[in-house]
């Protein structure tokens, strides 16, 4: 049996040397590895057997060694024979060379008292005599509460992500170096497909022995807290996962369980919860596990170390597919290969955020696909919307409230020279695109901006010293248009009301609802009011001529006259009888008719601009 593992990076082996020899000059029996260990494999056999056989592991805890994954390996199966046992600084011991203690995880392990060289030998002897046995490596699984799901694919490359979660579930267990003395929710956040379910899923199954009162999984929209006797057994896992994008803030606080034996893990796509505890960001997996996950760089790059791509590819190709078909398969027209692979749509679950998001940030989002692999900013975005006949100030606002909801649905992920689409999620919304039409005429003027921008060296927006000749209609005005005319046309102005017949309240009702409607269609389309003079025949001047030309003066007059009419109903008398009874409803019936013609006017107007020609006649 061994008595110390020592465990270090081998860049710190001139470092090591030393300790090395003081311990075993002391009498210990001192396990070292001078093999390579497969980085992404998992401890090998040898490895496994040595830390079965020692009492405690050592580990140098360098800057470089989280970054070594064998040592992550070791110390993770000794932190949890620790944690089988009650407490995980049973097994390990650490000696820090850094002037700090922040690249120590797990937060546990940064709280303690590390080892000094020149007291070494003697505090390693001492703790051994606490020990008794070598460490037991076989985890017990945890009581589980809930439908645990499924893992896909083998788990690579997320030991330092396990530390960190660990580390932010328990900061109240340090807090002379956190400053926290009370659990706080922790959110992992990422793009849908990432690994955060298969995350927080191994780490339920491997520090299962943190959580006495067992592991709950529920999901958001059925959540279920750990209650009752359950929490006299000890600290629990409370897991909510798929908790969606656009809850109130209240309502995601209260996901989380207020009860301070309950550590609470949030999975979540949105980046909208920041103020709720703790977050940690997934990102895409780091080259070397992801091409052991894959089955080859090929399929990494094209799919951009996404996790659940990954899995799915790597299955195929480790069943004897043919790695370059797959990756071609992947730009195939017509259904999704990893739909395909998955035997469901899962590329429609990747994007669903995006299919309920609004307008602006589904065109924003078209322009990144035009884009990729560049990332899109808010000027590009803005510089494509103004080209399509927006106002520049109302371009840069749609251009940046769609990327803020894109960045807070973790649809895009933010870089420092902008916002970046993934692979994948370009691949799922290529797949799912709800507007083929729109996402082509996008995409030819992104294109036609970069073109100009690498001929000329600026991109032409409008206003600018070289301008592209601005289009004569945008789509938005035509759509706007359209939605106004086919209003009009239905309203009782364009309709004459019979004679002596119908309701001059619902008629005037029928008027004035044009005005919020009006206001409505502009913002929609994001399409504002400007200055009838500058542009006469637009969307914008048809707008104001309408509401402020034509309904204002009308309702303005009409309005309060009839409502005092009303006011004098007597209770045994009908709304319309006593309205037939006014001594002005001729008059206010001659105006309705009066009425007819400009309203016919500002429909012929719109129709010039939506290509319709219902909704007036050709005489008038």
């Not at 929710?185 to 990432?194: C, F, H, N, S, T």
């Not at 199954?205 to 709950?216: D, I, K, L, N, S």
Request: proline share 8%; charged share 20%.
């Amino acid at each position: 049996m061994w008595d110390v593992f020592f465990s270090y990076s081998r860049r710190d082996a001139d470092r090591v040397r030393p300790l090395h020899r003081a311990l075993t000059q002391a009498g210990l029996k001192v396990f070292t590895d001078e093999s390579a260990v497969a980085g992404f494999a998992g401890i090998s056999a040898t490895i496994r057997s040595a830390l079965a056989e020692s009492r405690v592991l050592l580990a140098y805890y360098s800057i470089g060694y989280p970054e070594r994954p064998a040592c992550q390996w070791e110390l993770t199966a000794a932190f949890l024979a620790g944690l089988s046992e009650g407490d995980p600084r049973r097994r390990v011991l650490v000696v820090n060379p850094e002037p700090s203690t922040g690249h120590i995880h797990p937060v546990e392990l940064r709280d303690t008292r590390h080892g000094r060289d020149e007291e070494l030998a003697a505090d390693v002897i001492r703790h051994l005599g606490q020990v008794a046995g070598p460490m037991p490596l076989e985890i017990k699984p945890p009581l589980m509460h809930g439908v645990l799901p499924l893992g896909v694919g083998e788990f690579a490359g997320r030991l330092p992500e396990l530390w960190w979660l660990h580390s932010a579930l328990h900061a109240q267990e340090a807090p002379l170096v956190t400053g926290r003395t009370v659990a706080r929710p922790v959110q992992l956040r990422g793009m849908p497909g990432i690994g955060k379910t298969r995350l927080a899923r191994e780490y339920a199954m491997r520090f299962g022995a943190a959580f006495p009162g067992g592991v709950h999984w529920a999901r958001a929209d059925a959540p279920r807290p750990p209650a009752g006797a359950l929490l006299d057994n000890g600290p629990c896992l409370y897991i909510v996962d798929d908790v969606p994008c656009g809850l109130p803030p209240r309502a995601a606080a209260e996901l989380a369980s207020p009860h301070p034996a309950v550590r609470t893990l949030l999975l979540t796509r949105s980046r909208a919860y920041g103020g709720l505890g703790e977050h940690l960001d997934l990102e895409p997996l780091p080259q070397e596990a992801a091409a052991v996950l894959g089955g080859g760089s090929d399929v990494v790059y094209a799919v951009g170390g996404h996790a659940g791509a990954l899995a799915l590819l790597g299955r195929a190709v480790h069943a004897g597919q043919d790695a370059a078909s797959l990756v071609a398969g992947l730009y195939e027209p017509g259904r999704s290969l990893l739909d395909v692979l998955a035997g469901e749509e899962i590329t429609a679950d990747y994007v669903r955020d995006a299919l309920t998001a609004p307008v602006e940030a589904r065109d924003v989002l078209r322009c990144a696909g035009a884009r990729f692999p560049l990332p899109v900013t808010e000027a590009d975005a803005s510089a494509v919307f103004t080209a399509e006949g927006l106002q520049p100030t109302v371009a840069r606002r749609r251009a940046a409230a769609g990327l803020a909801e894109l960045t807070a649905r973790g649809l895009l992920e933010p870089s420092p020279d902008g916002h970046r689409l993934h692979p994948v999620m370009d691949h799922a919304w290529r797949n799912h695109e709800p507007d083929p039409a729109r996402a082509e005429a996008l995409r030819r003027t992104v294109l036609s901006l970069l073109g100009a921008a690498t001929t000329l060296g600026v991109v032409p927006v409008p206003g600018g010293r070289r301008e592209t000749a601005p289009m004569a209609m945008s789509e938005a005005e035509r759509m706007a248009a359209f939605d106004l005319q086919v209003e009009l046309v239905s309203r009782i102005g364009v309709q004459p009301l019979p004679a002596d017949g119908g309701s001059l309240r619902e008629a005037l009702t029928s008027l004035h609802s044009l005005f919020p409607f009006t206001r409505d269609t502009l913002h929609r389309y994001s399409v504002g009011l400007q200055t009838p003079a500058l542009a006469p025949d637009s969307v914008q001047a048809l707008a104001d001529r309408l509401l402020n030309g034509v309904l204002r003066p009308f309702t303005t007059e009409w309005h309060p006259r009839l409502r005092d009419w009303e006011s004098r109903r007597a209770p045994d008398t009908g709304a319309l009888d006593h309205e037939r009874a006014w001594d002005q409803a001729s008059a206010m019936r001659a105006a309705l008719v009066g009425l007819q013609a400009p309203l016919q006017d500002v429909t012929a107007a719109l129709a010039v601009i939506s290509g319709a020609d219902f909704g007036f006649s050709a005489a008038g």
